[in-house]
């Protein structure tokens, strides 16, 4: 029989009775086991407890070097399973392209974190074979959230990243390495694999998180902790793209329901069977298709070809950090969100600064303006259904256009219920048009069906001076938000004349500097003081939806 490790023997010994000892043990024998167990404590190396009983290392397979590369960095949610009980989603991933047009090379391992990715030395040999142009897709989270540095009896774990992703760290000596270490924030492991990546040429992608079989109130869990929102962060202020497999699957998991979801994850809550790997795997492949990557679709098998694209993922748009909170939705233009929402060209919209002025443990702020939308096109792409579906009561909905309103995509003027037969110059198809104040208020209504509390903004002021003073417009897009605030019985901030106040103030010169562009696109100072002036104007209503928000002295 193969003898027992000491620590232990002592454990059965002490703690289960058998032919060979009582509960009547001495303690003189106890103590001379838990001494000799400290001493094969001391002296052995600890024993880990892999993410899973089959956890074996990625096989290092040759790379065709004439090949470009996707590379897949993550945990046992993506890493080679057991087979068709537990597997991870990049082993299917793999049918999606065709092998003789791009490498694909999964080095996900079970159990590690974006800490001991990086610490054990997976991410070193994954660099070591990167090459320009090549994608690496990065996908942490699950093991993060673990012990930092483990403490005796074993099974042992020291994986766990600081929460966050701030420079925080802790000095530790690794009960598992037997070596001193600097134990860092989630986010500065996910930026070092980032900016790595990045410094040879190749592309990163970041990943949310896959789905664990939880449920509450008929919905599935969507994500664990906040790995999500970090890993949006960290893509965001790295202005890399990010697909978000936690909210996708979860929309498509809520319309299959638990109990054909259950059948994917026969193991535990956290991985799935072939099945799910593959399902998983499919709604990344559509991330990338949407991400618009040029070279990528001469990549794919015809498995590949066949999905759809998850059109918005180029985006990156953002979700609730936190789903049980309130939300702040905002919803207009490039002047609210520009591009990806990452500065591009130095230009930011007030809906970046917003945040700022909340706090963000009692709401989430929600950023889904488009650039290039007006009032009907927001609608009309389905930028507006994909906030109506995530609605629920208490939230609330900042709703501001006006400046894509014009030309042959503007709706007909005013706020009536004229319609008229137009032609859209890109389809060549005729559909009915109809009034500006009337999309409006097909927002308006939306909103306040789901429980939601909806205010109207008037348009940002451009940069165009008269005779001293910013020009206002008169008869158009803002006082057609008013009136149909008006009208409706809803909030209304007069952002176009609060902001126009602020740079009649300040004047030209001073006001120069708050634009990136000619006249129409905010820098990061000039989106900040708009953000503070979208403030200035909620506190100055007479019931402040986000009042219960506001950081002090905000």
């Given at each position: ?214 449920w509450e109130d008929g919905k599935i869990e969507r994500g664990s902790g906040r790995y999500g929102q970090w890993s949006f962060d960290v893509a965001k202020d790295a202005a890399v793209p990010f697909i978000d497999l936690t909210n996708r699957m979860a929309d498509e998991f809520d319309k299959l329901g638990e109990e054909k979801v259950k059948a994917l994850y026969p ?171 009337w999309y409006l208020r097909r927002y308006l209504n939306d909103a306040r069906a789901k429980g939601a509390t909806p205010v109207v903004c008037s348009l940002i002021p451009r940069k165009t001076w008269k005779d001293g003073k910013i020009a206002r417009t008169s008869d158009s897009h803002a006082d057609w938000a008013r009136a149909v605030a008006k009208a409706e019985g ?65």
């Amino acid at each position: 029989m193969t003898p027992l490790p000491v620590a232990a023997e002592v454990t059965r010994l002490f703690f289960l009775p058998s032919p060979r000892t009582s509960l009547l043990t001495s303690a003189a024998t106890f103590l001379a086991f838990a001494l000799a167990a400290v001493a094969q404590e001391k002296s052995a190396a600890p024993k880990t407890l892999p993410d899973l009983a089959n956890n074996p290392a990625p096989a290092v397979a040759a790379i065709n070097a004439a090949l470009p590369t996707i590379f897949i960095a993550g945990d046992s949610t993506a890493a080679r399973g057991a087979g068709a009980r537990q597997q991870g989603w990049a082993v299917p991933f793999a049918d999606y392209f065709d092998p003789a047009k791009v490498n694909i090379v999964n080095r996900a391992r079970g159990g590690r974190s974006s800490r001991t990715f990086i610490t054990e030395g997976s991410w070193d040999r994954l660099l070591a074979d990167l090459k320009k142009d090549d994608i690496v897709l990065m996908q942490f989270g699950h093991n993060d959230g673990g012990a930092l540095n483990d403490e005796p009896p074993p099974p042992l774990r020291a994986r766990g990243s600081i929460p966050g992703l701030g420079e925080e760290t802790k000095e530790i000596d690794n009960v598992l390495t037997r070596k001193h270490e600097v134990v860092r924030t989630f986010g500065w492991y996910m930026r070092k694999m980032v900016a790595d990546a990045k410094a040879k040429g190749a592309t990163p992608i970041v990943l949310s998180l896959t789905l664990r079989n939880r449920w509450e109130d008929g919905k599935i869990e969507r994500g664990s902790g906040r790995y999500g929102q970090w890993s949006f962060d960290v893509a965001k202020d790295a202005a890399v793209p990010f697909i978000d497999l936690t909210n996708r699957m979860a929309d498509e998991f809520d319309k299959l329901g638990e109990e054909k979801v259950k059948a994917l994850y026969p193991q535990d809550h956290t991985h799935f069977n072939a099945e799910g790997a593959d399902l998983h795997a499919a709604m990344v492949v559509a991330g990338l298709k949407g991400l618009r990557l040029a070279p990528l679709a001469e990549f794919l098998s015809e498995k590949g070809k066949a999905v759809t694209p998850e059109r918005f993922a180029w985006l990156r748009l953002p979700s609730a950090a936190n789903p049980k909170l309130p939300s702040v939705f905002l919803v207009g233009d490039s002047t609210v969100r520009t591009g990806r929402g990452d500065g591009g060209l130095g230009q930011w919209g007030w809906g970046e600064y917003l945040p700022a002025h909340l706090d963000l443990a009692k709401v989430n702020v929600v950023n889904r303006a488009v650039g290039g939308t007006g009032v009907r096109s927001f609608l009309d792409t389905g930028y507006w259904d994909l906030v109506v579906a995530k609605l629920k009561p208490g939230d609330v909905v900042m709703i501001q256009f006006g400046h894509n309103d014009n030309g042959a995509r503007a709706p007909l003027k005013g706020i009536g219920e004229e319609v008229e037969e137009r032609e859209n110059p890109t389809t060549k198809q005729k559909s009915p048009m109809h009034t500006w104040g009337w999309y409006l208020r097909r927002y308006l209504n939306d909103a306040r069906a789901k429980g939601a509390t909806p205010v109207v903004c008037s348009l940002i002021p451009r940069k165009t001076w008269k005779d001293g003073k910013i020009a206002r417009t008169s008869d158009s897009h803002a006082d057609w938000a008013r009136a149909v605030a008006k009208a409706e019985g809803v909030a209304f901030v007069d952002l176009h004349e609060i902001i126009a106040r602020r740079y009649d103030e300040l004047g030209p010169e001073k006001v120069n500097a708050f634009f990136a562009d000619e006249r129409v696109h905010t820098s990061a100072a000039g989106a900040e003081l708009n953000a503070a002036c979208v403030v200035s104007g909620l506190k100055s209503l007479p019931q402040n939806p986000v009042a219960a928000y506001l950081k002090p002295g905000a």
